[in-house]
C-alpha cells in the first residue's frame, strides 16, 4: 500500500486528528504534528472512520513511543484492517522496548497476553508483527507461544519467533533453557532464514547459562549446521559457537577431523574466535590446529594458520616455518598468500626462532 500522504493533497496535512501541517509521518517529533503534544489527536484519528489516517496516526504513536498509547493501541490490536492491527502491535513492542519502570507492569498485563492472543491471528503480518513486538519487550511469559510459533505455517513467522525467543532466552535464563531444543530442532526448518534465525538464537540463549551442562547442549547441533547448504546458516552457525566459546572447543577439535570441507573450515574459524577472547581455552586446540596445517584444503590450512598466530604458542613455530614456502593463497582473502600469514603468525609469536626465520624469509621476498 502506499503512503497514504502521497495520496491525499495537501490540505488533508492540516487535519487537527495529525497535529497540523506536516509533509510526511517523520520521526513523530516534528512541530507539524505536534511532538508528544499531537498524542490526544492521534488517538483520536485511532479512533476514527478514516483508514488512512488510523494507520498514520498508529505509525506516529509507534515513533513517539508514548506510554499513555497503549489503551488505545490495544484496541487497535482489533482493528479491522490488517496493517492497522499489525502497526499497532509494532507500537506495542516499540513502547514495551523502552522498559520504563512507569509502563512495564502495564505491557506485561495487558499488552503481552493481547499480542499472544494476536500471534494466531488468521493473517500473516499479524501474526509476525506479533512476534516481533514480543520480542522486543522481552517477556518470559510469551516464551510458550513463541515456541509453538516455531511450527507456524509461515516461514516469516517461524523466523521471527526464533529471533523472538533468542531475545528473551538472552535476558532471561530459565525462558532461555526451555527454548533450546525447539530452537535446535529448527536448525532443521525447510526455510533457510528460519535455520539462520534459530542458529542465532541458540547462542545467545546458551553463551550465558551458568550450567556447563546447558549451555554445551546446543554445541553438536551447531556443529552439525556447519555442513548446512546455506552460507548465512553456516556463518550464524559458526558465530553462535563463539558466543558459547570454551565449551564449544572440545566439539571444534572434533569437527577439525570431519570429512566435510565446511565443516573444518568452520571450525578452525571459530577457534581463532575464541582465541581471541580466551587464550587459554583455544590453547587446548594448539596440536589439533597444527595438524590441520597439512589439511588438503588451502582454506583450511589458512584458517589454521590465522587461529595459531592468534593463539600465539610456540610449539606451532616449526610447521609455520615450514610454511614459509607454501604460495598457496586466493585473492579473495585479503590478498595474503599461506606463506605471507605464516610470516604474520611467527612475529605475532615472536619467539627468536619464529623472528629470525621471519627475517631471512623476507629477505629472499626481496623485502
Known amino acids: 500500500m502506499t503512503s497514504p500522504l502521497s495520496t491525499r493533497d495537501s490540505s488533508t496535512h492540516d487535519s487537527p486528528a495529525l497535529g497540523g501541517r506536516s509533509e510526511s509521518p517523520g520521526s513523530g517529533q516534528e512541530p507539524g ?8 489527536d492521534l488517538l483520536a484519528a485511532l479512533r476514527g472512520t478514516d483508514l488512512q489516517q488510523r494507520l498514520l496516526a498508529a505509525r506516529v504513536l509507534k515513533r513517539l513511543k508514548d506510554p499513555q498509547a497503549i489503551s488505545m493501541l490495544l484496541s487497535a490490536l482489533e482493528d479491522e484492517n490488517t496493517q492497522v492491527r499489525s502497526v ?80 528473551i532466552g538472552g535476558e532471561h535464563p530459565s525462558a532461555g533453557v526451555r527454548a533450546q531444543k525447539m530452537l535446535a530442532a529448527a536448525l532443521k526448518d525447510i526455510d533457510s532464514a528460519v535455520r539462520t534465525h534459530a542458529a542465532v538464537a541458540l ?10 551442562s546447558l549451555r554445551i547442549q546446543v554445541v553438536p547441533d551447531l556443529l552439525d549446521a556447519f555442513r548446512d547448504a546455506s552460507v548465512q546458516v553456516r556463518s550464524a552457525a559458526a558465530r553462535s559457537l563463539s558466543q558459547i566459546g570454551p565449551d564449544s572447543v572440545p566439539g571444534l577439535i572434533e569437527a577439525l577431523r570431519d570429512e566435510d570441507l565446511r565443516v573444518r ?17 583455544a590453547l587446548r586446540a594448539v596440536e589439533p590446529l597444527i595438524a590441520a596445517l597439512d589439511d588438503s584444503d ?14 600465539r604458542d610456540a610449539r606451532a613455530v616449526p610447521r609455520l616455518v615450514n610454511l614459509l614456502d607454501d604460495t598457496d593463497g586466493d585473492f579473495y582473502y585479503n590478498e595474503k598468500r599461506i606463506c605471507d600469514l605464516a610470516a604474520e603468525a611467527l612475529e605475532r609469536i615472536g619467539t627468536p626462532e619464529a623472528r629470525a626465520a621471519v627475517r631471512i624469509w623476507r629477505v629472499g621476498q626481496g623485502g
Not at 204 to 210: E, H, T
Not at 265 to 281: F, K, P, R, T, Y
Request: proline share 5%; no cysteine; net charge negative.
Open 33 to 40: 504534528l505536534g511532538g508528544r503534544a499531537a498524542v490526544p
Open 88 to 167: 499497532a502491535a509494532a507500537a506495542l513492542g516499540a513502547i514495551g522496548a523502552e522498559r520504563s519502570p512507569r509502563t512495564r507492569q502495564e505491557i506485561r498485563d495487558l499488552a503481552v497476553p493481547a499480542l499472544i492472543h494476536a500471534l494466531h491471528d488468521r493473517q500473516v503480518p499479524m501474526r509476525m508483527a506479533a512476534a516481533r513486538a514480543l520480542g522486543a519487550i522481552g517477556s518470559p511469559e510469551a516464551a510458550a507461544d513463541l515456541m509453538d510459533a516455531l511450527e507456524d505455517a509461515s516461514p516469516h513467522v517461524r523466523g521471527l519467533a526464533a529471533e523472538a525467543l533468542g531475545r
Open 203 to 212: 547462542g545467545r540463549v546458551s553463551s550465558d547459562l551458568k550450567q556447563h
Open 265 to 281: 573450515s568452520a571450525a578452525v574459524w571459530v577457534l581463532e574466535q575464541i582465541g581471541e577472547h580466551d587464550n587459554d581455552a
Open 298 to 311: 588451502e582454506h583450511v590450512r589458512w584458517y589454521a594458520v590465522g587461529a595459531l598466530g592468534v593463539i
